[in-house]
């Protein structure tokens, strides 16, 4: 905003401030902006402005729909050569159970499907997109260390399905290696049955005869496992099934001896699949069926596939069958980009699945034997082991124990553990790449009436981790940067890529919209009124939580004369990115300014919205979290201004580290010394009555949702429509809001308070309140206290975060009490004291949950601590392998 408007704001503000501010609990002198303090922002505002005006003159010039100007970073040199052909192949299909692809626009897809037919309606079960509502049991990597391999376990209602994958890097192999997949399927009730029986034995001999007779079940279970190949490009892919029956048929383990798919396309060149079955025992193959297809629409493989097989049971029929079998219908279309084989077999079946590329005409057969022997059978279980071994010594190394704890069991033993590598694992596994545009909701003024349309952003990539394969497989902004704070300390070099491609969405204003909704397979799974984001959306630049500590080390490394690879590498993309830290920083102050100096206001909050309780604030990303229950241009939020303050910090301490001129420096100095100043904090959010931080705005509690009603003829009252807010009493005022919750502490979690100052003992005595905030399972987000605590904010919408336990703002508050815990003063030890029981109370009810249930979830009950929501949720939840670590 240009310095003019933000002096038309104050002066608004304070032209309202004798009538306005008479109502708040902390009087109007306190809300009066200090001379002192007025004085010093002005400075920062003047240091400010000019950087400002160059941000306003080039916004009026760039449109919302173009990209930032420069080389983007994903082209940095660290991201080229043995970068990049390390990471070509990899699981970046998070929202489907297994899914591989190239980091390339268009790609040649690889993925798994499966199907029971021992289940009701089998057809409208087809395992394949990753979705909540398949109700499997368990589901998620065991390991997986984001580069070379992974191990997945797939527990359905009927099959215990196991999935893992190895990457072989060679001088002959093509672009990305060679790589295997080996699917173990088995009867889960017989392996229950096992189970129980092994632990009945412990305790009986008579128990483990007893078990012997449930070894085996009744009856034996099949399976239709599907595996395709898919070409974005178009490119034709070659099925020779004749390879694939010769392969099932064949003495378990037999080299194969031709490939089951084949074809070209670029940067792989020529590739081929194989298949080498293992079946053993009472396991059988049935049948092997295929289809084949072209189609550019790759992102409804599953229709595609339920299509196929009604077509199939549709042929039975006409033929006189009254015994369907649900297989493909064996048919090959001319030039096909798609191909799916389908193995049916009784259990247990063994499968590997060998992909080789780069194949030229001096590629003998030894040659390609050897390869294809390199990732499948023994060759694929030594890359396995060998990954194993490599990922247990670098958890070791970059983990190492609980330190400084006796109360939290060593991160190198015992459930804890466990839990934290299937964490780290599946923050890891599920890395996706996509590629596409947004479309973004433009408004604009036609024949005097407000029009909007939708347009398009230009094509790009995104690498990046997703909060939950089940539930939001695509990027989201801020839960990204919670995300690299465990990706980073696991591998600099990928965090570095990840924030590269998510810096290069910037556009042409410094605007990055908060959702990345990028191509058709992530745009399936949107609702299509959500697909388009609004350009003046912010969302929390928590990408700051991790690029200050960044350029710390790269200062360290400075000051020292020891660099090493990684340092330099923080350095050219601090560098790099710099214009772009600094453009978003100035969208922020330009779009999302208070009504007063040194205040910030998210957009996007619905003034007219009459279905709500309290209208929410997606934008913030605590969505629901209560705010003033009447939205108006006058209100102050406190966790806009705390972000603020981080970032502003962030780019002084990072363009002092790069050694950038001091008058690029320098003004963000100031006004992180100006926003930093906590007399000017308290005077915009402190309570002094309540002891809290709260949001100012227009604000009433007399507020509930009614049902409306309508009288009849005959006099009665019959409900009619959807519940309406209603006011029950007072009007609402403005006034610092009474809802306290993860809002009120975020001047603790950003570090605003001094150690010494009484008000941070107040924060602490809140935080520890059991009739507040404190549970034994973590902080829960709303006050019991408070009116809105476990409210419903609509007919249909349940509460979100009013009350439940949420992983990355409580993991930011073990992180602020053990900042506080490190710093004399008068309450250094209660810190402490809290930093620990936080800790503990936060990774025992997540293990516990996951021992329990299987998955991390995206929030836990405040009472019983249970997990709730969406689940895998491996995004900010598997923080919990460095709070388990003591590694934050």
Not at 178 to 196: E, F, I, L, N, Y
Not at 229 to 242: F, K, N, R, T, Y
Not at 567 to 582: Q, S, V
Request: with cysteine.
């Amino acid at each position: 905003m240009p310095l003019r408007q933000r002096q038309k704001l104050a002066g608004r503000s304070d032209r309202k401030s004798a009538s306005t501010h008479r109502g708040s609990s902390i009087g109007q002198d306190a809300l009066a902006i200090k001379s002192r303090t007025w004085l010093k922002g002005i400075g920062a505002l003047i240091a400010l402005a000019g950087l400002l005006a160059v941000a306003h003159l080039v916004s009026d010039r760039a449109s919302v729909l173009d990209p930032f100007p420069g080389t983007p970073l994903k082209e940095l040199p660290q991201f080229k050569g043995q970068h990049a052909e390390q990471l070509l192949w990899g699981t970046y299909r998070p929202g489907y159970y297994f899914g591989m692809r190239i980091r390339r626009p268009q790609s040649l897809l690889f993925g798994l499907m499966w199907l029971d037919p021992q289940r009701h309606d089998p057809l409208g079960n087809i395992r394949h997109e990753a979705r909540q509502g398949d109700g499997l049991a368990k589901y998620g990597w065991i390991r997986h260390d984001g580069r070379t391999h992974g191990v997945q376990e797939l527990w359905d209602q009927q099959l215990n399905i196991t999935a893992a994958w190895a990457k072989q890097m060679c001088p002959s192999c093509g672009s990305g290696g060679d790589w295997g997949v080996s699917v173990v399927v088995a009867d889960r009730s017989s392996q229950t049955a096992r189970r129980k029986a092994m632990e009945q034995a412990d305790d009986d001999e008579q128990h483990e005869e007893q078990a012997a007779g449930e070894e085996q079940p009744a009856k034996q279970k099949a399976v239709s496992l599907f595996f395709y190949m898919a070409a974005e490009d178009g490119g034709h892919i070659q099925l020779d099934i004749a390879a694939a029956a010769a392969a099932l048929q064949s003495v378990a383990g037999q080299a194969p001896r031709r490939p089951v798919l084949s074809g070209s396309t670029q940067p792989l060149r020529r590739w081929q699949l194989h298949l080498r079955s293992f079946v053993s025992g009472r396991g059988k193959v049935l049948s092997v069926n295929y289809l084949a297809v072209a189609t550019p629409h790759l992102h409804n493989l599953t229709d595609l596939v339920r299509e196929g097989v009604l077509s199939s049971v549709r042929q039975q029929y006409a033929q006189g069958q009254r015994q369907y079998r649900l297989v493909l219908p064996d048919t090959v279309h001319p030039r096909s980009n798609v191909a799916i084989v389908q193995v049916t077999a009784l259990l247990p079946l063994s499968l590997d699945l060998s992909f080789v590329g780069g194949l030229t005409d001096g590629t003998t057969d030894g040659m390609l034997a050897a390869r294809v022997d390199a990732v499948s059978g023994s060759g694929l279980q030594q890359l396995l082991a060998t990954g194993k071994e490599a990922f247990e010594q670098r958890f070791a190394t970059t983990f190492g124990t609980a330190a400084g704890s006796t109360s939290i069991p060593a991160i190198s033993s015992g459930t804890a553990a466990t839990v934290a590598r299937a964490a780290l694992s599946n923050m890891l596994g599920g890395i996706g790449y996509f590629f596409g545009h947004s479309l973004v909701r433009m408004t604009q003024q036609q024949h005097g009436k407000v029009v909007q349309r939708s347009a398009k952003l230009w094509d790009t990539a995104l690498y990046s981790a997703v909060p939950s394969r089940s539930f939001f497989p695509r990027g989201f902004l801020w839960d990204e940067g919670f995300h690299q704070l465990l990706i980073r300390r696991w591998d600099a070099a990928i965090s570095r890529d990840i924030l590269g491609h998510w810096f290069d969405l910037m556009n042409s204003q410094g605007w990055i919209a908060r959702e990345q909704i990028l191509g058709e397979e992530a745009r399936a799974r949107v609702p299509t009124e959500y697909v388009q984001q609004a350009p003046d959306a912010a969302n929390p630049p928590t990408f700051f939580l991790l690029l200050s500590d960044m350029s710390q080390r790269v200062a360290a490394a400075a000051k020292a004369g020891q660099w090493d690879a990684a340092d330099l590498a923080d350095a050219e993309f601090l560098k790099a990115a710099w214009p772009r830290l600094r453009a978003w920083y100035m969208w922020f102050n330009s779009t999302q300014a208070g009504p007063v100096p040194g205040s910030y206001r998210w957009r996007g909050r619905e003034p007219s919205s009459r279905r709500e309780l309290n209208p929410k604030t997606l934008t913030s990303g605590l969505d629901d979290a209560p705010r003033a229950s009447h939205p108006s241009d006058d209100e102050r939020h406190l966790d806009l201004r705390c972000w603020m303050a981080l970032a502003t910090r962030a780019l002084a301490v990072i363009g002092s580290n790069l050694g950038l001129p001091s008058k690029q420096v320098q003004p963000f100095f100031d006004s992180a010394a100006w926003l930093e100043d906590f007399d000017q904090l308290n005077a915009l959010h402190w309570d002094e009555a309540s002891g809290e931080y709260r949001d100012w705005g227009s604000h009433t509690e007399d507020v509930a949702l009614q049902q409306p009603t309508a009288t009849l003829s005959d006099g009665r009252q019959v409900p009619v429509g959807e519940m309406q807010r209603v006011q029950t009493g007072q009007p609402p005022r403005l006034q610092l809001v009474p809802q306290f919750g993860y809002i009120g502490l975020f001047p603790l979690l950003m570090r605003l308070i001094p150690p010494s100052s009484p008000v941070l003992g107040r924060q602490l005595l809140l935080l520890r309140d059991t009739n507040r905030l404190w549970t034994d399972h973590g902080l829960r987000s709303l006050s019991q206290s408070a009116s809105l605590y476990q409210q419903r904010n609509t007919e249909h919408d349940p509460p979100y975060w009013r009350g439940a336990i949420w992983i990355n703002v409580n993991y930011v508050t073990v992180q602020a009490l053990q900042h506080y815990g490190s710093l004399a003063g008068p309450y250094q030890s209660r810190a402490a004291e809290l930093h620990q029981e936080l800790r503990r109370n936060l990774v025992q009810n997540i293990v516990k949950e996951y021992d329990r249930t299987g998955y991390l979830w995206e929030q836990y009950d405040d009472i019983t601590g249970q997990g709730k929501g969406s689940h895998p949720f491996t995004g900010w939840t598997a923080l919990l392998a460095l709070m388990t670590a003591n590694d934050l």
